[in-house]
């Protein structure tokens, strides 16, 4: 990363507009979830609304950049959603245009945020400090939300995709996997390299 760039990433005032951001993505994502969340069980409750959660970490880890702290855990736990629930929602809505289903605004704004999403979480690998184990509980995590959406029916509702879900299933599984081993590679195997040089 270019210093410019870093420089640009660290500053309050950049970081405190992303906080804003996020925040108003983040009520914005909770309301979007609001009549599948009245219909969910509350035990499955906190593994529906899978973005705004992702966004919510992302809150946390900049808040805690603003006021000089470090959360490496939830660092590990924003990166990973931001990354596998941005790809994902993006997949599912140009997927929805290929069935035959017509994209109107909301669904372009929702390619366009959730792509926001996964970049954003990656520009900032940079500054975390993410340790292997933060990383085990973030995959752990990853997964068993996988098995809770696709074994127990609790995955977010594409009516145009709803006969494909097994397919769904098993390519976010999959999505779950290259996630957890690009931000190993990011964010520990790189800073084990640097370390070394």
């Given amino acids: 990363m270019s210093a410019v760039w870093y420089y640009f990433l660290q500053q309050r005032n ?6 804003i951001i996020n925040t108003v993505g983040t009520i914005y994502g909770y309301y979007w979830y609001g009549v599948q969340l009245a219909e969910t069980p509350p035990i499955f409750l906190p593994f529906v609304p899978d973005s ?19 959360a490496p855990l939830i660092e590990a736990l924003a990166v ?7 790809i994902w929602a993006v997949g599912m ?3 929805s245009g290929f069935t035959g289903f017509e994209l109107t605004f909301p669904n372009y704004m929702l390619i366009v945020s959730h ?19 933060h990383l085990v509980v973030a995959g752990v995590i990853l997964l068993h ?6 074994v127990f029916g609790m995955m977010p509702r594409y ?24 931000v190993y590679f990011l964010c520990i195997k790189r800073q084990s390299i640097s370390l070394k040089n």
């Avoid at 950049?14 to 906080?19: E, G, I, P, T």
């Avoid at 990973?80 to 941005?86: A, E, H, I, N, P």
């Avoid at 599984?173 to 690009?182: D, E, G, N, P, Q």
């Fill in 159 to 182: 009516d145009p995709l709803a006969n494909y879900q097994h397919v769904i299933g098993y390519l976010t599984f999959w999505l779950s996997v290259l996630t957890i081993f690009l």
């Fill in 14 to 19: 950049v970081m405190l507009v992303l906080l």
């Fill in 115 to 133: 792509a926001c999403m996964a970049i954003e979480g990656l520009l900032y690998i940079p500054f975390y400090r993410i340790k292997m184990w």
């Fill in 52 to 70: 705004p959660t992702a966004s919510l970490f992302f809150c946390v880890v900049l808040f805690a950049f603003l006021i000089k702290k470090r």
């Fill in 80 to 86: 990973t959603s931001l990354f596998k629930y941005g």
């Fill in 93 to 95: 809505n140009i997927a």
């Fill in 145 to 150: 939300n996988d098995i809770i959406d696709y």
